[in-house]
């Protein structure tokens, strides 16, 4: 048995990233070992049984115990999957959502830009068809985004953090990822929202904390490298 | 044992194409649908390889922008609505009354008028073509408030609107029929339980029809008023109520477009391995359960919108592994200590569960909130349901196709041009939706016409297409092969592969009563099977 | 006939389970509401079914029946009503003639189904003592429901 809890050590930030990642790499074996178990059970039927005269065809047709006992193994397979993603919707969802927050962006969706806004530090940055600013951030804070759209549904996505929120009409939702590295990672809109959804792409620039506050001391000009 | 054909003979049918086009024939209506059901799949077909021609390279513009979102909301529409869906219950209305020994369907008419406005709907739905904005555009689903008449103004969506609204109601009244037939046309003996497979599978497909696509047609008529001047879908509650209305529908149909393929592939592995289906009672006990299970878990498509409970979505999709594991088990316990003959149906069956298994397996990682919040509209989905719907389905609908054809016009189709047809769909077929798990997984948003060059998308972008190519030329071959099998006839006579169900009692392709010889009797699942198992017994008792 | 009510209520009951799940874990009203429209649907067809013939919610083998149930080899008439049905919703999006044209064609097509109905039941009622020629479209078959 996998022990969740140790993975994450309480007061840790949670870090989508990683819960994707483990969470995935439970999954991936899971469903390898699936996929070769029917291919082998497939190829051997089909080695074994494929040379021998049709009246040779056994005639037992059921089996009800054993496939009783089979759907209660697959039963409690379906326990243990959803035991791991509960525990990990959890700390993605709700020990996130408690987190003290370092930063706080607004951001919001139009079509077919970002728009980032830093209320601490009146700093606004745009990115889609208008242009390429980039958003922000310090590396290893809890940063909360509240997103919220203008028009249509669009959804903020960071494929790097394997995080993604819908921006629904109407409402702010908001979500608090973590960066634990320095350096570039690509966003993009995820919902299809029209004509140019294509072009609807911001980058984040994740900074250590002490060229974070430079930058934003400096108002947001420039980049912070 | 058990009652003739009933007492009418000979009566006079109206000829040709007229006669055809208004037979209430439930094999007539079943055909019909069925061939319609293929052009639109040509035309789909072709929508996709525009889409795979946009999307080989990156940065390049061979169709616009607009074209693009045309092309995908029109190749989902047109496989969904018009192909996948259709076709699976035209084999249910052909075949149906035939497993369980009917003499007709049960309200013909009904069937037939559910027929014409399908069409209808189809054709309505292509038209959008001809209009000056185009076709729809906004996507299979077409969430709003993007599809409403501010940000998608235009004759063109609304036509797909009201095409959608036609294409579900048709298949609403012709999924009644087939389920009334069921109910009250089985023949002297058919309990329910001695129903073959693949009536099991399609009887639930059209409980969950007639269960769910009436959702689609309120979301869609809510959605016409919406685009005329109504305000139905504003706001949050707005935009996640139609999201609910619509999956309520769209995760059903997914099944609706799965059950009856397993059906057919599960009657082609039993058939073909000269043994009866393993586990019939734990299968329909396990369909049952699966179709309902899979009326419970349409949210997981709004995992990411916050307007939904995504703990009970969770647990119930996740719960579907439990059925398709039974219907797993069931297909391997039939093949272990049969006699195993692998013909062209055979192989794409076999195709059909390994492909389907990986559609499978990929949606249990979408089960999973923390999973998808990552690959929800990226390739990964992409990639998932058409190894579903593509690799699964329609590879179950080939070995259908390549099992019944005989029964359905009396001749053989050539098992070498199908062994082509099966390499070059299966090769094109992992070819184009294998790499999407990477490239979603590397960040690759669905719906987009142009990607910036990411290290590795261009490489896999241009497999995709070239897959998608490879794709065609197996359809190309499937055709082929029907025209040169119907052209050049081998005659397949009655019962050409040893089969256990009813409609190998009858003449190929059947009379118009479908059957006018007496039924052997109806002990089992396999009457067939019972009686050549007892001409063994007989031969082997008297040497 | 015979059980043709059981596999709707089984289903029904299977999806009333799940329901009242998405009721107690969700509490939404539009998923509880479509949920149970789809149950409701299931149900109320297996009622139908058995207010029709108490022989629906008995179990076992179909047995020989001698009602006899028409089979229709052509109808013109239901074409013409999927056609106008068509025909209204696409007059919407193109023009408001067409939904004129196809509510009189449904009209005169309803009518004509009508028609074909009533012959179809009086040839039904000629061939209590063998099949005999209506000269419509319809025919009276020996149906075999159980
Ligand atoms: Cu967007
Ligand atoms: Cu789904």
Redesign the interface.
């Known amino acids: 048995m996998v022990q969740v809890g140790l993975l994450a050590p309480p007061g840790a930030l949670v870090d989508t990233r990683h819960e994707y990642d483990h969470l995935f790499s439970i999954y991936v074996p899971i469903a390898v070992a699936v996929f070769a178990l029917v291919v082998l059970a497939i190829g051997f039927a089909v080695l074994r049984y494929s040379r021998r005269a049709p009246s040779q065809a056994a005639r037992w047709h059921e089996h009800n115990r054993l496939e009783g006992g089979y759907a209660l193994a697959l039963a409690l397979v379906v326990v243990f999957l959803l035991y791991l993603t509960f525990s990990a919707e959890h700390r993605v969802d709700t020990v996130a959502a408690h987190e003290r927050p370092a930063l706080t962006v607004d951001v919001t969706g139009a079509k077919w830009e970002w728009q980032f806004y830093y209320p601490a530090y009146g700093i606004t940055a745009r990115s889609g068809t208008v242009g390429r600013q980039p958003l922000v951030v310090p590396v290893g804070e809890a940063i909360r985004f509240n997103v919220s759209t203008i028009d249509v549904i669009h959804a903020f996505w960071i494929p790097q953090l394997r995080y993604k929120r819908d921006l629904i009409p109407g409402t702010t939702e908001s979500a608090t990822l973590l960066f634990d590295r320095a350096g570039s990672f690509p966003g993009q809109c995820a919902e299809f929202c029209g004509l140019r959804h294509a072009d609807m792409v911001f980058t984040v620039r994740a900074v250590n904390p002490a060229q974070f506050a430079a930058w934003a001391r400096a108002g947001g000009k420039g980049v912070p490298s | 044992m058990t009652t003739a054909a009933p007492a009418v003979h000979g009566p006079t049918r109206i000829p040709g194409v007229l006669g055809a086009l208004t037979s209430t024939d439930h094999k007539r209506i079943g055909l019909n649908l069925g061939l319609l059901s293929l052009v639109f799949f040509l035309v789909g077909g072709l929508f996709a390889l525009l889409m795979r021609a946009q999307i080989a390279q990156p940065d390049v513009q061979f169709v616009s922008d607009q074209t693009y979102s045309q092309l995908f909301t029109m190749h989902g529409s047109t496989m969904i609505y018009l192909f996948v869906t259709p076709m699976a219950l035209a084999m249910a209305l052909y075949l149906v009354p035939l497993q369980i020994g009917a003499v007709s369907l049960a309200g013909p008419r009904l069937a037939l008028i559910g027929f014409w406005i399908w069409l209808s709907g189809g054709l309505v739905m292509q038209s959008g073509w001809l209009t000056g904005d185009g076709a729809g555009r906004d996507g299979w689903f077409a969430y709003e408030p993007l599809a409403n008449g501010t940000n998608t103004p235009g004759v063109g969506q609304d036509m797909w609107v009201i095409g959608v609204m036609l294409a579900a109601l048709g298949m609403t009244a012709m999924a009644a029929c087939v389920a009334a037939t069921i109910a009250r046309r089985r023949a002297p003996g058919m309990a329910l339980l001695r129903m073959p497979v693949f009536t099991w599978t399609a009887l639930v497909s059209v409980l969950m029809v007639v269960a769910s696509f009436p959702v689609l047609i309120l979301a869609m008529s809510l959605m016409y008023i919406d685009r005329h001047g109504g305000h139905i879908f504003s706001g949050f509650n707005g935009a996640i109520d139609y999201q609910d209305l619509f999956w309520f529908f769209g995760h059903p149909v997914v099944y609706v477009m799965f059950f009856p393929y397993l059906g057919a592939a599960a009657e082609v592995v039993a058939v073909c391995s000269h043994k009866r289906w393993f586990g019939h009672t734990a299968f329909v006990a396990s369909i049952m359960a699966f179709a309902a299970l899979s009326m419970s878990v349409w949210a997981h498509h709004m995992f990411t919108t916050g307007g939904v409970t995504n703990q009970y979505f969770a647990f119930t999709s996740t719960a579907l592994v439990v059925p398709a594991g039974i219907e797993y088990f069931d297909m391997v316990g039939t093949m272990v200590g049969g006699s195993i003959v692998l013909r062209t149906s055979m192989l794409f069956a076999l195709m059909f569960f390994i492909q389907f298994l990986i559609g499978g397996l990929s949606g249990i990682f979408l089960a999973s909130p923390v999973l998808d919040y990552h690959v929800e509209d990226s390739y990964v989905v992409i990639a998932h349901f058409h190894y579903t719907l593509f690799a699964g389905s329609v590879f179950g609908f080939f070995a259908g196709v390549y099992h019944w054809f005989p029964k359905v016009t009396g001749a053989h189709l050539r098992d070498s041009w199908g062994r082509i047809h099966l390499v070059l769909l299966a090769v094109g077929t992992n070819l184009t939706f294998f790499p999407m798990f990477f490239l979603g997984q590397d960040g690759m948003p669905r719906r987009i016409s142009r990607y910036p060059a990411h290290p590795g998308w261009g490489t896999l972008n241009l497999l995709e297409s070239i897959g998608a190519g490879i794709i065609a030329l197996g359809v190309l071959s499937f055709l082929v092969n029907v025209v040169v099998s119907l052209r050049r006839r081998q005659p397949a006579g009655d019962d050409p592969w040893q089969g256990h169900t009813l409609e190998w009692a009858t003449s190929s392709p059947p009379p118009a009563y479908n059957f006018e010889l007496p039924l052997p009797p109806i002990r089992s699942y396999a009457p067939l099977l019972d009686r050549r198992h007892e001409q063994l017994d007989r031969a082997g008792a008297s040497p | 006939?015979?059980?043709?009510?059981?596999?709707?209520f089984?289903?029904g009951a299977?999806?009333l389970?799940?329901?009242a799940?998405?009721w107690i874990?969700?509490g939404?009203a539009?998923?509880v509401g479509?949920?149970a429209?789809?149950?409701l649907?299931?149900i109320a067809?297996g009622a139908l079914?058995a207010l029709r013939s108490r022989e629906?919610l008995r179990?076992?083998?179909?047995?020989?029946?001698r009602t006899r149930?028409s089979?229709?080899?052509?109808?013109?008439?239901?074409?013409l009503?999927?056609?106008s049905?068509?025909?209204i919703?696409?007059g919407?999006?193109?023009g408001r003639f067409i939904v004129y044209f196809g509510a009189g064609m449904l009209v005169i097509s309803l009518g004509r189904?009508a028609l074909?109905l009533r012959a179809e039941r009086a040839s039904r009622r000629g061939t209590q003592d063998?099949?005999q020629?209506t000269g419509g479209s319809a025919?009276?078959?020996?149906?075999?429901?159980?």
């Open positions: 006939m015979r059980g043709g009510a059981l596999p709707l089984a289903w299977l999806l389970v799940l329901l799940l998405n874990w969700t939404d539009i998923q479509s949920f429209f789809a149950a649907v299931i067809g079914l629906a179990g076992g083998p179909p047995r020989v029946s149930e089979v229709p080899q052509t109808s013109f008439a239901a074409v009503v999927g056609l049905v068509g025909a919703l696409f919407l999006t193109f189904l074909e063998g099949p020629d025919r009276a078959g020996e149906g075999r429901p159980g």
